[in-house]
């Protein structure tokens, strides 16, 4: 499972993904159809709609939808969406502005140290099905996480942890270096593919 707070060397490139989610598709060369989930920059867009770490829970239900949960109490620090396979992280409880998003690829296996049973805790109760444009680069559940360097034209560097399930993504032009790209692996690391896919900034805890 993905780690709410690590301190990364963060994220990718300047997304060539323009508003529409338009992106990069390595394996045919082209830009490929528009997908519903990109991660850009410093910013989520989902189905054509814009959200950023700024806006608060409330902001975010518009475009996800009401129908969440509280994953672990009754506050709103981590709520979950099971039908969309996707989670937040708040920033409760200074606020309710939201600072992480996770998408669930697809949920460890049962008999690993850190499985989650579907739609219990933080895990969703259906995992996302489709592709994530991830700073331009098509990613599912399929993705060999060494595989994303390559096919982000060596815009994006992917450094795994050792002694933990996590791979980074990182740009290389040190551009929106406070926003992180996490990606939770097995042990295979480099040729794991992502159970899930991390992104934002994280807590912000100053007073």
Known sequence: MIRRH????LLVLVLGACSDART???????ASAA??????????????????FKQDLAAWEKVLGSTHRNALSDASDIVVWDDLGIRVYTNYPKDLTVRT???????????ALAYIAPGEGVRPGKDYTGTVAVSGVNVDSNTRVGDIAQ?????????????????????RDAR???VSTYFGVDDRRYDSTPYEIEFGPGRDDAR
């Open 6 to 9: 690590l301190l990364a060397s």
């Open 24 to 30: 990069v598709d390595p394996a045919r060369g082209g």
């Open 35 to 52: 997908v519903d989930l990109a991660f850009n920059e410093d910013y989520v867009e989902y189905k054509g709609h814009r959200l950023t």
């Open 101 to 111: 998003v996770t998408v669930t690829l697809k949920g460890l296996p049962e008999d």
């Open 151 to 171: 096919l982000s034209n060596d815009r994006l560097r992917i450094d795994c942890n050792r002694g933990i399930n996590l791979c980074t993504a990182s740009r």
């Open 176 to 178: 929106f270096i406070h």
